[in-house]
């Protein structure tokens, strides 16, 4: 089975431009979550997406937002991109059946670098 | 409160010799999973070792364990024959059961392995 892509590995964007990730999960699986990983606050849950539906969000502005695809597919958008976006942007995936909350295994994929200058 | 503690930022361990990540927990569930992810420098986060709490016995995977203490809410994890390609972040972390989380991540601990 092929593992959680991410695409594009690597981005270099300006402050006010903005950006979209695209994350494919593992085939099977309805969940995809998207976190954000920086040196000084470690990993940060952004948000969780399922059945094409945002189950549950984290702290984070508007300029983040979200969708997910009948085909599980995500993507994530920042607008508007500040310097302090720079980070690591992973995204999991897992079964994601209801339920089953605090068995859920999530996959993780290579993650999106990006740079804001 | 949901919590995952690791208390030590790094650790160094000399080549072939076994070294234990420490990771403690909060939680007023009896049936959850406990998870070790790994990530390399510059590198994907992969899935280490996973423990369902139902389960008495520890698990394993090849030079991967855990020593899981359910009624103490630890969960450390051994590594066995040290090798190079070990030195890595490792994360504790746990399904959250409530609020705007998926997962509660511990700080990570930076293992350093030493030739």
């Avoid at chain 1, 981005?11 to 995809?32: D, F």
């Avoid at chain 1, 920086?38 to 702290?59: D, V």
């Avoid at chain 2, 009896?30 to 008495?56: G, N, T």
Wanted: net charge positive.
């Amino acid at each position: 089975k092929a593992g959680v892509t991410q695409t594009p590995r690597y981005l270099i964007k300006t402050r006010g431009q903005q950006v979209t990730l695209s994350c494919s999960p593992i085939s099977g699986h309805r969940s995809v979550s998207w976190y954000q990983q920086t040196p000084g606050q470690g990993l940060q849950f952004l948000f969780e997406y399922f059945s094409e539906t945002q189950r549950n969000k984290g702290n984070f502005p508007g300029r983040f937002s979200g969708r997910q695809f009948s085909n599980s597919r995500s993507e994530m958008n920042v607008s508007t991109l500040e310097l302090g976006d720079s980070a690591l942007y992973l995204c999991a995936s897992s079964a994601g059946a209801f339920g089953q909350r605090n068995q859920e295994t999530q996959y993780f994929g290579p993650g999106t670098r990006l740079l804001v200058l | 409160a949901q919590t995952v503690t690791q208390s030590q930022p790094e650790m160094s361990v000399q080549e072939a010799e076994t070294v234990t990540l420490s990771c403690t927990y909060d939680t007023s569930e009896s049936d959850y999973y406990l998870f070790w992810y790994k990530q390399p420098p510059s590198r994907q986060m992969i899935l280490v070792i996973r423990q369902e709490a139902y389960k008495q016995q520890n698990a394993t995977e090849n030079r991967f364990s855990v020593n899981f203490q359910k009624a103490a809410k630890s969960f450390s994890l051994k590594i066995s024959d040290s090798q190079l390609g070990d030195a890595a972040m490792y994360f504790c972390a746990r399904p959250a059961t409530s609020g705007t989380y998926k997962y509660i991540f511990g700080t990570g601990t930076r293992l350093k392995v030493l030739a």
